[in-house]
């Protein structure tokens, strides 16, 4: 057990409440009983209002995962997922199943300030690394990010030709629980990606392909779809 967790439990929540957001990740990746005891710190205190923002994106050969903290957006974290090229235990630590991070685990962090204000934005940048496959790797850090923090993505964003139909469902099938999202059918693979954002009650579902976008915003009885060239292409 680390010395940490046999602080008496108002004791261990003053020390995780000074605690920026890396370092309370980097914590509860030690192991099972550390992400337990900063899950109930969280919730103690529901922190979880404070995520503003929650967004996934799948890449060709990696993926990012954003996530803006309250109060001011004074933090954030910008998770990169990149293959690990050759395993070593003296360089990489497993914390998941295919997942590793480096033994000396640092983030970029960039301190941005602000002309009207003396708060600063504090950005870390640190690097996961998968062992399987990009799809079920992201979703599994997802899933650890979406517990630690009681927050559900608030966005998606999908490269479609770089990932296999199954991938394509089982991501869709993780972030998309509403039923009532439109089926896309994607034809001839023309179609380059997607975002997919809830922000309130009415889904937007955004397609865009290398030449145009289409934006289709369906809440109840009011159907619309809308098109929008993009790079000043000439309609077809």
């Keep these: 057990m680390l010395p940490i967790l046999r602080l008496p439990i108002l004791v261990l929540n003053n020390v995780l409440a000074h605690l920026n957001v ?22 103690s205190i529901k922190m979880k209002k404070h995520i503003e923002k ?12 954003d996530i ?14 990149k293959k690990l090229e050759e395993h070593s235990d003296d360089l990489y630590m497993c914390i998941a199943n295919g997942l590793y991070i480096s033994r000396d685990w640092s983030p970029n962090v960039k301190h941005i300030g602000h002309d009207i204000s003396p708060t600063w934005l ?48 089982r991501i869709m099938d993780c972030h998309c629980s509403d039923k009532s999202i439109a089926t896309v059918t994607v034809e001839n693979n023309k179609i ?12 937007v579902f955004m397609v865009h392909s290398h030449l145009r976008t289409y934006q289709c915003n369906d809440p109840p009885g009011v159907p619309s779809v809308s098109y929008y060239p993009a790079r ?4 077809m």
């Design 122 to 169: 504090w950005k870390f940048r640190p690097i996961i690394y998968y062992s399987t496959d990009l799809a079920a790797s992201t979703l599994t850090w997802v899933r650890f990010l979406s517990e630690l923090f009681s927050a559900q993505p608030t966005s998606l964003s999908l490269t479609f030709n770089c990932f296999n139909t199954e991938e394509i469902n």
């Design 232 to 235: 000043e292409t000439p309609l």
């Design 68 to 81: 803006n903290f309250y109060p001011s957006l004074q933090q954030c974290l910008n998770f990169e997922l």
């Design 192 to 203: 380059g990606w997607f975002i997919l954002q809830s922000a309130g009650p009415d889904d």
């Design 22 to 43: 890396f370092e309370l990740v980097s914590l509860s990746v030690c192991s099972s009983r550390c992400k337990s005891r900063c899950i109930q710190f969280r919730s």
């Design 54 to 65: 929650f967004h996934v994106e799948f890449l060709s050969d990696s993926s990012k995962v």
